[in-house]
């Protein structure tokens, strides 16, 4: 994510504190992933090239910084512990897990400019692989002191799957509306990037008021960052954003744009884009077209930048969390942070 | 599995507490996969439908029975703790993880007769009902006291992961070994069951070396077990096993007594033989005369038997590590349970 934003003087320490972390995040996920067997390695460094943002280490990281009353203006003084290195990489592959089984769900070809495990190696080797890398995940959680971010980090997990779930429920259901779309982005989304943050605080010198505000601030912006999320799969251009899209209405997905206008379409516009949703839903050139009428009527009910605004309204009500916070560079991160992962085009 | 052993007087006692013990077990287990979501109640309690030999928590009840000097004459005054009950519906919990993401890479239709999850719900739902039970294991192992256990469950789902994967990268080769084959059953399978055993012992106030040794109890028992999965697979009634048989040679894998064959057969015995399997695959009457002609095939190189004496060589070196260990009726209940495991015929 840090590639989003702008570097200047004041963020620049943070900046390299934060790069330092993430190299240590990067070879504790790779020595964790380590095995004897050749076809285990083979299919690990596969997943190693799916890391592209580093969301959840950075905001670990950042958070750690934030909440430390010592890091508030110099930063680069900062001892990034083993315990967060080690919070950061779990975090990290929880979420590679949830990757590669969406990737089996939603039958992706492509993710981060590659090729996705399922479609490189079957959906076997896949479905397999991410229960690697979650039970890695565990195991690696418990080298740390202490059992509650473990319980923290299992429960979280519990509550990914239990999005995923739901989602599952309302697959091809147009009745859906923005409430349970909100319940679901909370639970598959939200929860993880709300634990990275509270974990980074939690193994910091912090007071547990400050744990708890940037558990919010990151439940806030995990839920804006999946809300843009979906406005790229259905708006965004595949070579920038670099992955399969147009798959949440091919797998009858129905998100936050597509809600709000069929909540709005008359009966004969709402059975037009139902069909336009389908058609768009195949790989030649009417469902090209087709997606191109679809975003018209969307445009049609505002329902894209409702969408947009709603995203940008939920990453300012998690910046206002920040400001109960001592300022400092850190926080100053996540405040832009928070702002560009509304704004991005990847 | 204990319905498989004929309980005398000796056992009785045994058999009173390992049934109260399973009671809590279940109780724990239902707890657990508790929510608030209509939609996972739901697969959660299609899952509970599973539960057939209880295996792992029966093996965690009776290791810390075997375990315990206390214990050694009067079981029945036994305190089987909260701890063995935890880490007993861990144990399942992981196994029933495994069975449903096994399901839908196996294809199969039926499971302990019924229908699978991925069957009557779907692949994608059985995929994130199996994290979501991963999960909820390694949620539930963090309410024990120490770290320890966690991080063994941890270790054991990695290794029974990489076991899986290594099985998938000797799909369809028919040159793979009895040596492959015990490497990849060991981790699949074993390595669970023998820390079941384990944390039943360490949970008890017993010595370190007692642990080891039933370790290695469970170590041989659950190889000896896959042994004759394997070959109830092949030459089982599917009215008697209770789920889809033939599934290994359909998936293009190959067990103890096929592995045999083809070592020994004649290149010509050879090809007919791989022809059958192909053939056997299928689910029409030509199927089924293959397979009776492939289990002739088997007989005349006596790899069924060869198989069967292997389990039943490795449950007895199973049962000889047991001799190290204090008299008592639990280790006879254990003992008899190592002879079942390679006798049953479901």
Chains 1, 2 share one sequence.
Not at 55 to 84: F, I
Not at 128 to 140: H, K, Q, R
Not at 319 to 345: C, M
Request: charged fraction near 25%.
């Amino acid at each position: 994510m840090n590639q989003l934003i702008e570097v200047d003087d004041r963020l620049a320490p943070v900046q390299g504190v934060l790069a330092d972390a993430l190299a240590r995040v990067e070879a504790r996920f790779d020595a964790q992933l380590g095995s004897d067997l050749p076809a285990v390695r083979e299919l690990c460094a596969h997943v190693e090239r799916y890391r592209g943002k580093m969301l959840r280490p950075t905001l670990v990281v950042l958070c750690a910084l934030a909440a430390d009353p010592r890091a508030a203006r110099r930063p680069e003084t900062t001892h990034v512990t083993e315990s967060h290195v080690t919070v950061a990489a779990v975090c990290e592959m929880v979420h590679m897990a949830t990757l590669v089984h969406d990737d089996v769900l939603d039958e992706a070809e492509n993710r981060r400019r590659g090729r996705t495990v399922n479609h490189l190696y079957g959906n076997e080797a896949a479905v397999i692989l991410g229960d690697y890398l979650i039970a890695s995940a565990f195991e690696l959680c418990t080298q740390l002191d202490s059992v509650s971010s473990a319980r923290l980090i299992g429960g979280v997990s519990m509550t990914t799957c239990a999005g995923e779930l739901l989602q599952l429920r309302f697959r091809d259901d147009y009745s859906i509306d923005e409430q349970t779309y909100f319940e679901i982005v909370e639970r598959k989304t939200a929860a993880l990037i709300a634990a990275s943050c509270e974990l980074g605080a939690l193994h910091s010198d912090s007071n547990p008021e400050t744990a708890r505000l940037l558990a919010e601030f990151g439940r806030g912006l995990g839920v804006a960052f999946q809300v843009q999320d979906d406005l790229l799969d259905l708006t965004g251009e595949e070579a920038i954003v670099g992955k399969s899209l147009g798959r949440d209405l091919a797998k009858g997905k129905l998100t936050l744009p597509m809600i709000h206008h069929l909540a709005l379409a008359d009966p004969t516009q709402r059975g037009r884009s139902l069909r336009l949703a389908e058609a768009a839903a195949g790989n030649d050139n009417d469902a090209h077209n087709a997606a191109r009428s679809l975003r018209q009527a969307l445009d049609a009910t505002a329902s894209i930048s409702h969408a947009r605004d709603t995203a940008r309204r939920l990453a300012d009500q998690a910046r206002a969390r920040l400001s109960r916070l001592h300022d400092s560079p850190a926080r100053e991160f996540l405040n832009r942070l928070a702002v560009a992962a509304v704004d991005r085009a990847y």
